[in-house]
């Protein structure tokens, strides 16, 4: 319960502070959650800390494209807590990615940004491209270094608790 504290905590500040446009742990929190934590926390934690920090920013008509689009990574990460490989993970990161931009921009054409044409769908997926490289490359670095560290961590753990008390 104390990680997913921290993974809150650490997400929210992370939104929050000044940071590069859509470069933010926010999806891999989402698929890290659906790996290591429990179902129900799973899909809790993404959408606590989503909901949490567009209270603080603002909220905009694309919260419940947003909001379901960390619904579907954590479902993602359930899933994938099956398969746990470096090539499964880094493929579901992938996945994520590519989920979380169709479902948002999805949100952004129906919410009138564009117009509501397929004209005004293909725009809106175009001009979003740009972001979406930075988050795809948020994606892989937060990733990289949530089950990187975890893993490393939870091995460090187990090594120590098996070593005799001197």
């Known amino acids: 319960m104390w990680l997913a504290i921290v993974f ?79 090539l499964a993970i880094l493929s579901g990161t992938l996945v994520s990615s590519v989920v979380f931009f169709i479902v948002t921009n999805f949100g952004v054409w129906l919410g009138g940004w564009y117009t509501l044409t397929f004209a005004g769908l293909v725009d809106c997926f175009t001009l979003a491209i740009p972001f979406f490289r930075t988050s795809l490359l948020a994606n892989i670095v937060y990733v990289g270094v949530l089950f990187g560290v975890y893993e490393f961590l939870s091995r460090k753990v187990v090594v120590a608790r098996k070593q005799p008390i001197s």
């Open 8 to 86: 809150i905590v650490v997400t929210i500040l992370a939104r929050l502070i000044p940071h590069v446009p859509n470069f933010s742990p926010l999806v891999a929190v989402a698929l890290f959650s659906g790996v290591y934590l429990k179902k129900r926390w799973a899909l809790i934690i993404p959408l606590v800390i989503y909901m949490v920090s567009d209270l603080i920013m603002g909220l905009h008509n694309v919260v419940l494209f947003t909001w379901g689009s960390m619904a579907l990574v954590a479902l993602i990460g359930i899933y994938l807590k099956r398969h746990k490989t470096p």
